[in-house]
């Protein structure tokens, strides 16, 4: 059965940081393109940072370019996105999800949001 949990969010002060993890089970995470992506009250879902397979290159939007950084440990088949210098335009529902490589890439996931495996999310709030 294949699985995404998510954790790591919480609540934290603007300019805090906040380390989110990805753990992936029933697949081979190394086959496999990973993004996080980001649903605020009222708004769309938006890519927020995706990582290849094979070379890990990154994609990330530009509002987070610089703040985030997305990273991947195959050997225990997580991914994780370090959330730096956070803001309140930053809260959100976190996800993670997944779209095998040979459908996609890094920069494809998240601009067109279609991966084949989602997690339940985790909750990032941004406030003083």
């Known amino acids: 059965q294949v699985q995404l949990v998510e954790s790591g969010g919480g609540l934290v002060q603007p300019g805090g940081s906040l380390r989110l993890s990805c753990a992936a089970s029933?697949?081979?995470?190394?086959?496999?393109?990973i993004g996080w992506f980001r649903q605020a009250p009222g708004k769309e879902r938006e890519g927020v940072s995706c990582i290849q397979a094979s070379n890990s290159a990154t994609f990330y939007t530009n509002s987070v370019e610089g703040r985030f950084s997305i990273s991947r440990d195959n050997a225990k088949n997580t991914v994780y996105l370090q959330m730096n210098s956070l803001k309140p335009e930053d809260t959100a529902v976190y996800y993670c999800a997944a779209r095998h490589r040979v459908f996609t890439s890094s920069q494809a996931l998240c601009v067109t949001a279609n991966p084949r495996y989602w997690g339940q999310g985790t909750q990032v709030t941004v406030s003083s």
């Open positions: 029933g697949f081979t995470l190394d086959d496999y393109v």
